[in-house]
């Protein structure tokens, strides 16, 4: 089921009706109506895989009531190792199975030893990459002693499945969203208006933005032969803008969803096009993810201790690994890897940690330098997407090789894409809300500060409006990050 | 308690928001719907056709025949217009365009769905959900229907961020004074449009061919109508066609050809394939004459 569909608002008020006045009285009703509503929310796609959920669920559950009561080291430790090949397990056949078995075949026949095998026609379950690192994080932190194992299945059922960030995040750790199942909820009116203040604001990332420049950036990409340099650049900075609305706009919307039923979730994006260096952008995007690869493989690692060249190591490996998370295919490990290259010198320098603080505090306006050190971030990461959007690397390639070329400096022709211009109006507009906006959680977030009422719902107003009118209303597209 | 006053406030939103959409339903029905949803019952013959009728306006009423066509009707929407006559009236003769274009799988796509469904009853639809849906809930909430949004979005972006048409008077250049290679460029450009795939629609051919059954059922003599066209359109278009005429002409009924009636008098045109009023007006009368004295068959 889709945020972005008639489905899910239709579903999404049954729920929270049940929720608060059907089973408002016990904790555990609650919690099971989340566990039947979640179950029901991702059988919608395919019923089928709910198997995989429950199974990953039971294992899990099982694994740490063991953890909890086994003392023996290392039993504990083949209960961890038992968990973690049992998702990585699911993830690798579902995920990189086809992947692998391809560059092992080509490989071999480099080599002079063709083999044969056939591929699996394999179906990705959605948010698999998800909840897989969710449950896991539970697992490992029972392990370390950080959480003690829960002996409710319902709720932990209720946790690994929680509907809002089932299939794309924020990646929850159990020990911020376990206990949450655990506490007795009270409806709290400020945070559930706040909540559907957040969800409007993340439909309109995802219906204004990021369908409406996928749109453009489709037609680019999948026909960048037919197009010049300026044109290719502007294919690339439309994906950048797609992929942002896309994906906060998903986690606007699980986050403020998840209020309404009296739950917080962590912030997933902090304005990341905001961000004066490489290091800033990755402590501002896909935050849940970013702090997960810290906790559970950089800081085992070594993390930044140790000599430079272990450090340099740590970090090609987390962003490689990231940048495989993402999908089994050469050009997500090459835009992890770019990015690492883009993260190096800033730990050579000693300065990754420099810019902590969001940008141009107490100001309106960014100073020069500061404007030009967010130009110089923004354009390194628009140079990784294409890698990240191209559909292989001779293609990536090949695009990047059609920006750099004499017409480059030409001004793209709009005229072959009608309401680009407009688009760019929009997009022009969104920032100026979002650097307005930077110091909350999310880019309206402040708005319950303005004390007439008439001017809050005015605006509210005008971006259903613009959401109506402007937006790629045409079809249903799905979330990107459904795919990861 | 809390979340009595959360749903209070919640429903004053969608209540407020309600109203907000019935104001842009009056301004969609100002410059979008305008006259779709208006029919006199109080005729027995009626012209269905596309933007190639709407030229004859209220002229064909001299001859007694309604004037039902809507630009860019398909034969799904004129289906659903002539059930709602059979309905509500009685109907004994439909005059029908048949125009080489009209089971063009564009047509298909470009249609009046979303206004046609005023048209509709429970009938029309095979499931109860679907003839809320369509005939109330996409006709009269704005935010369900992609086309009235498309229509504010290409207002806003036309009219008001054009600056080249702020303050300035809108000529509009008629067919006549183009350039011969201008006649050329546009044409080509629609025939392209129309004649992009080799087959007819399925779903156009359906409706026709259901059109035909309910005309036949209901002992409604049908007449097949092809509209003048220009000569640079009819020498480019050549023998292109998705053979609507044929359909009839199988179902033994008549076709009045005049798509070569106009070939050398371009003032009567406004594009490559239609009519201006003085044209439509002067057609009208040729047409109903004709048929009065039985010369063209």
């Known amino acids: 089921m889709l945020f972005n569909s008639l489905d899910f608002a239709v579903f999404l008020p049954i729920v929270f009706v049940l929720y608060w006045f059907v089973f408002k009285n016990s904790l555990r009703s609650q919690n099971f109506l989340i566990v039947i509503a979640s179950y029901f929310f991702y059988g919608w796609w395919d019923w089928r895989f709910l198997a995989l959920i429950v199974f990953s669920t039971l294992v899990d559950f099982i694994v740490g009531k063991q953890l909890d009561k086994v003392e023996d080291r290392h039993i504990r430790k083949c209960l961890l190792v038992f968990s973690i090949l049992i998702n990585i397990g699911f993830l690798g056949f579902f995920k990189y199975y086809n992947f692998f078995l391809d560059n092992f075949i080509t490989a071999f026949t480099f080599m002079g030893m063709p083999i044969k095998a056939n591929t699996l026609n394999i179906i990705l379950p959605v948010g698999i990459s998800f909840y897989t690192f969710q449950t896991m994080s539970y697992s490992i932190d029972v392990y370390r002693r950080k959480l003690v194992a829960t002996k409710d299945l319902v709720a932990f059922s209720a946790f690994v499945s929680f509907f809002p960030q089932l299939v794309a995040g924020p990646i929850e750790r159990a020990s911020n969203l376990l206990p949450q199942f655990f506490e007795r909820r009270k409806f709290d009116y400020l945070q559930a208006k706040d909540g559907l203040r957040q969800v409007l604001w993340g439909l309109f990332k995802k219906i204004v933005i990021a369908d409406n420049c996928a749109e453009f950036a489709n037609t680019i990409f999948n026909n960048s032969s037919d197009y010049g340099g300026s044109t290719l650049v502007l294919g690339a900075v439309f994906f950048t803008f797609q992929i942002y609305g896309d994906f906060s706009g998903y986690s606007d919307i699980a986050i403020g969803t998840s209020r309404l039923f009296g739950f917080n979730l962590m912030q997933n994006f902090a304005f990341p096009y905001f961000s004066r260096d490489i290091a800033e952008f990755w402590r501002r995007w896909h935050i849940s993810l970013s702090t997960w690869f810290r906790d559970y493989l950089y800081i085992p690692l070594g993390g930044s201790k140790g000599s430079k060249g272990q450090q340099i190591r740590n970090i090609f490996i987390i962003f490689l690994v990231s940048g495989f998370w993402h999908g089994a295919n050469w050009t997500f490990i090459v835009w992890g890897a770019l990015n690492a290259i883009y993260f190096i010198p800033l730990l050579l320098f000693g300065t990754n940690r420099k810019n902590l603080e969001t940008v141009a505090m107490d100001k309106k306006r960014p100073s020069l330098r500061e404007f030009s050190s967010i130009l110089g971030t923004f354009s390194l990461t628009v140079f990784a997407w294409i890698f990240f959007r191209a559909e292989d690397m001779s293609h990536a390639l090949s695009y990047i090789s059609g920006i750099f070329t004499t017409q480059l400096f030409q001004v793209p022709d709009f005229s072959v894409f009608p309401g680009a211009l407009t688009l760019l109006l929009l997009i022009a507009g969104f920032l100026l809300v979002e650097w307005k906006g930077r110091f909350g959680q999310y880019a309206i977030c402040r708005m319950q500060a303005i004390p007439s009422k008439a001017r809050r719902w005015s605006i509210y107003f005008l971006i259903i409006l613009i959401i109506d009118i402007f937006g790629n209303t045409s079809e249903e597209i799905e979330f990107i990050y459904f795919h990861f | ?297």
């Open chain 2, 1 to 297: 308690m809390m979340i009595k006053l959360f749903l209070k406030q919640v429903s004053i939103f969608l209540l407020l928001l309600v109203v907000l959409n019935f104001l842009l339903f009056f301004l969609i029905r100002g410059f979008y719907i305008k006259d779709y949803d208006e029919v006199d019952l109080g005729y027995s013959e009626y012209l269905l056709a596309d933007s190639h009728g709407t030229p004859l306006g209220d002229f064909t009423e001299i001859h007694e025949v309604h004037n039902f066509s809507g630009q860019s009707d398909s034969y799904l929407d004129m289906e659903r217009k002539l059930r709602y006559l059979i309905r509500h009236t009685t109907v004994k003769k439909i005059y029908l365009s048949v125009d080489d274009h009209t089971l063009s799988p564009t047509r298909e796509n470009q249609n009046n769905l979303d206004r046609s469904a005023y048209y509709t009853d429970k009938e029309d639809y095979s499931s109860y959900k679907e003839f809320i849906y369509e005939k109330y809930l996409r006709y009269y909430c704005v935010f369900l229907n992609d086309r009235y949004s498309l229509v504010i979005k290409n207002f806003l972006q036309n009219e008001l961020f054009d600056f080249s048409k702020w303050g300035g008077s809108r000529s509009k250049s008629s067919w006549e004074d183009m350039s011969a290679l201008q006649q050329e460029e546009i044409s080509t450009d629609r025939i392209n449009n129309y004649f992009e795939s080799t087959f007819p629609s399925v779903i156009m051919s359906g409706s026709l061919e259901r059109i035909i059954a309910i005309c036949k059922a209901n002992d409604i003599e049908l007449i097949g109508l092809r509209f003048p066209l220009t000569k640079t359109y009819l020498d480019i278009l050549d023998n292109e066609s998705y053979n609507a005429d044929s359909i009839l002409t199988i179902n033994n009924l008549h076709i009045i050809d005049f798509d070569s009636l106009y070939m050398e008098q371009d003032y009567m045109f406004r594009d490559m394939d239609h009519l201006d009023k003085e044209g439509g007006e002067k057609f009208a009368d040729i047409l109903f004459d004709s048929l009065e004295e039985k010369k063209v068959y």
